[in-house]
C-alpha cells in the first residue's frame, strides 16, 4: 500500500448529508416562526375582541340627555379607541331599570332621587358614581288653569294625583310642611302618570303633581297652571348608578361617558330649539313641550359629594317616615369611592 492510499487522521471528514440537513433544518425553523406569526395574526382580532368592553346603558325615554346621545352616536365615537361600544337599554320607568341594573342587565343607569332609595331599601347592590346639578323646577303641581286654588295651603281636604313613592312624593310632603300640613290634611290619590293625566283633566282630583316631561305637556296641552314647583325646597337631582364592579374595572370608559355627557349637555342647552326638534320625535312629545323640559334641567353631571349624599338622606329618611320603605337605610353605603 503506498503512502498516497494511507488515510490522513486530520484531514476533516467529508458528510456530503450534514450541509442538506442544516439547510432543511433552517428552512423548519423559519417556517415554524412564519407559521407562529401568522397564528398569533389570526388570533389577534379574537383576542381583541375578548378584551372588548361593552358598556349597557339603561335609560328612560323621559331622560332627554340620554336620548339625544342615542340618536347621535357621540358616545359611541367617543368610546371607540378604547375598544369599547355601547348597548342602549330601555325601561318604563326608575324601578325597573333599578331592577336591571341589580340583576346585572345593564351597567350604568340615570334616574330620579327616589328610586335609589327604594332599591337599596330592598337589598340591590349599585353605587352612586355621578350626578346633575339641581333642576327644582322640573317638577310642580299642578291645578286646572280654571281653578279657585291659588296657594298650597288650600289643597287642604283636596284629592291630589301623584306617582308613589316618586320624586314628587318628596316634593308634596316638603310643600305640604312648608305650607303648615301634613299628607294627612290632604287626600292623595296614587297613580301612574298617564292615569294621573286622565284623572286631572276629568275632574276627578283637584290637583297633580309631576315631573317633566309630563309637566310640560299638561301646561302647554291642557293649560294646566303651576300651582308650586320645587324652587327653595328641594332639589330634584338626577343621579347616574353603576354597578360596583364594572366601575372599578372600567374607570376610562365611565370618564368618557361623563365626557360624553358633559359636552352634549352644553350643546343641548346652547341649541335648546334644535335639540328639542331632534328628541321631540323619539319622545312622542310636541317640540314646544320638549324644550320646554329641556329649559328647567341642567346636563353637567359631576361625581357626587358628600353634600349631596347628606342630601339624599333626608329624602330617605323621609321615605321611612312615610312606612314607604321597610327599613332605615344609610345612602352612604351606596356612594362610589374610588381606590386611591
Excluded: C
Excluded at 19 to 47: E, N, Q, Y
Excluded at 111 to 139: K, L, M, T
Excluded at 180 to 185: M, P, T
Excluded at 277 to 301: H, M, T, W
Aim: overall charge positive; charged content about 20%.
Amino acid at each position: 500500500m503506498t503512502s498516497e492510499s494511507t488515510p490522513n487522521p486530520a484531514a476533516p471528514v467529508r458528510q456530503p448529508g450534514t450541509r442538506k440537513g442544516l439547510k432543511k433544518l433552517a428552512w423548519i425553523i423559519l417556517f415554524t416562526a412564519i407559521l407562529a406569526l401568522a397564528v398569533s395574526l389570526l388570533l389577534l382580532p379574537v383576542a381583541r375582541a375578548q378584551d372588548r368592553v361593552e358598556l349597557r346603558i339603561g335609560y328612560q325615554k323621559s331622560a332627554s340627555l340620554f336620548v339625544l346621545q342615542k340618536a347621535q352616536g357621540t358616545l359611541e365615537k367617543r368610546l371607540a379607541p378604547l375598544n369599547a361600544g355601547v348597548k342602549w337599554v330601555e325601561f318604563p320607568a326608575g324601578p325597573q331599570l333599578l331592577e336591571g341594573l341589580n340583576l346585572g342587565a345593564v351597567d350604568v343607569g340615570y334616574v330620579g332621587e327616589a328610586p335609589p332609595i327604594f332599591a337599596q331599601a330592598a337589598g340591590a347592590q349599585f353605587a352612586y358614581i355621578g350626578y346633575d346639578p339641581a333642576a327644582p323646577e322640573a317638577e310642580a303641581i299642578l291645578v286646572p288653569k280654571d281653578s279657585a286654588i291659588k296657594s298650597v295651603a288650600e289643597l287642604k281636604g283636596k284629592k291630589v294625583a301623584l306617582n308613589k313613592g316618586s320624586n314628587v312624593h318628596y316634593l308634596l310632603v316638603k310643600l305640604l310642611e312648608k305650607n303648615g300640613l301634613k299628607l294627612s290634611d290632604i287626600q292623595p290619590v296614587y297613580l301612574p302618570p298617564a292615569d294621573a293625566r286622565a284623572a286631572f283633566e276629568s275632574r276627578n282630583v283637584d290637583a297633580w303633581v309631576i315631573w317633566d316631561p309630563f309637566s310640560a305637556a299638561a301646561e302647554k296641552a291642557i293649560g294646566a297652571r303651576v300651582l308650586a314647583d320645587g324652587k327653595g325646597v328641594v332639589n330634584n337631582y338626577q343621579y347616574y348608578l353603576a354597578a360596583r364592579n364594572f366601575v372599578g374595572k372600567n374607570p376610562k370608559v365611565i370618564q368618557a361617558l361623563f365626557d360624553d355627557s358633559v359636552a352634549q349637555g352644553r350643546w343641548l342647552k346652547a341649541n335648546l330649539k334644535k335639540a328639542a326638534e331632534l328628541i321631540a320625535p323619539l319622545q312622542g312629545l310636541p317640540v314646544d313641550v320638549v324644550e320646554l323640559s329641556l329649559k328647567r334641567y341642567e346636563f353637567n353631571v359631576k361625581p357626587v359629594p358628600d353634600s349631596v349624599i347628606a342630601d339624599q338622606q333626608k329624602l330617605a329618611d323621609t321615605f321611612f317616615e312615610l312606612k314607604l320603605i321597610p327599613k332605615a337605610i344609610a345612602v352612604k353605603d351606596a356612594a362610589y369611592k374610588p381606590a386611591p
